[in-house]
């Protein structure tokens, strides 16, 4: 394991304990393969970044976006480009969206999902 991977995974623990609610409502909806069977992981590892929920497999990934994104575009730019760059779809939402369209958001992540 690289040094970069080691502070990554470092920080990606904490980061479990202390989701923020639109994170943990989400969550609930992916976690134990509830969403058409397909497994997603929480904060996971990409190089040097750390997704909010990635399905392996599928090679997906879903960011939600706080109101501190809106700062952080050239970021979060970056950030998702070298996902891409790995062969990564990177899908992004608002948190106020999961909060409150949560059916039409887990709609969009399943058109982004391989059939079962």
């Not at 502070?7 to 409502?25: D, G, I, L, Y």
């Not at 134990?32 to 090679?59: E, N, T």
């Not at 480009?81 to 887990?106: C, E, H």
């Amino acid at each position: 394991m690289s040094l970069v991977t080691r502070t990554v995974s470092s920080h990606a623990a904490p980061m479990r304990q202390t989701m923020p609610e639109a994170e943990a409502r989400l969550w609930r909806q992916l976690r134990d393969r509830r969403l058409l069977g397909h497994k997603f992981r929480r904060q996971h590892s990409i190089g040097p970044y750390i997704a909010d929920f990635a399905c392996v497999a599928a090679r997906l990934v879903i960011e939600l976006d706080g109101s501190q994104h809106a700062d952080a575009e050239e970021a979060d730019a970056r950030r998702t480009a070298f996902m891409v760059a790995k062969s990564w779809t990177v899908i992004r939402f608002w948190n106020a969206r999961v909060l409150t369209d949560m059916d039409n958001v887990l709609r969009e992540i399943i058109a982004h999902l391989p059939p079962e």
